[in-house]
């Protein structure tokens, strides 16, 4: 079960000094490359080929994205805290028209102090 989910809150861990400590929305996961997309976080300069669209208008030229960064650079937040954390896993059974199922489910632990 994946520790990072696409939406989840996470917190730059490590890195450059003015990525580390921020904290935005998981956009995408890479997990062929374990990598993800956070927003607002480790912006580059694209630069893309001008063209005209169907219309005339121009489009192309300089853009700014977010560049994907390490799934281990990043820490879940937790909810109640706002502080980064650990992700636990606990067994549950649930019912669904009167047959029950074990699943798994994410859940954060005990912030500490920082991580």
């Known amino acids: 079960m994946a520790k990072i989910k696409k939406g989840d809150l996470v917190q730059v861990i490590t890195g450059s000094k003015d990525q580390?400590?921020?904290?935005?929305?998981?956009?995408e996961i890479l997990s062929d490359r374990n990598r993800v997309v956070v927003e607002g976080v480790n912006y580059v300069t694209k630069h893309t080929r001008v063209g005209q669209t169907q219309r005339g208008t121009k489009t192309?030229?300089?853009?700014?994205?977010?560049?994907?960064?390490?799934?281990?650079?990043?820490?879940?937040?937790?909810?109640?805290?706002?502080k980064p954390t650990k992700v636990g896993h606990r067994?549950?059974?649930?019912?669904?028209d009167g047959v029950k199922r074990t699943v798994r489910v994410r859940f954060a632990k005990k912030s500490g102090k920082d991580l």
């Open 20 to 27: 580390r400590g921020k904290q935005g929305k998981v956009l």
């Open 60 to 82: 192309g030229g300089l853009e700014t994205v977010e560049a994907p960064i390490h799934i281990s650079n990043v820490a879940l937040v937790d909810p109640s805290t706002k």
């Open 91 to 96: 067994v549950e059974e649930k019912t669904k």
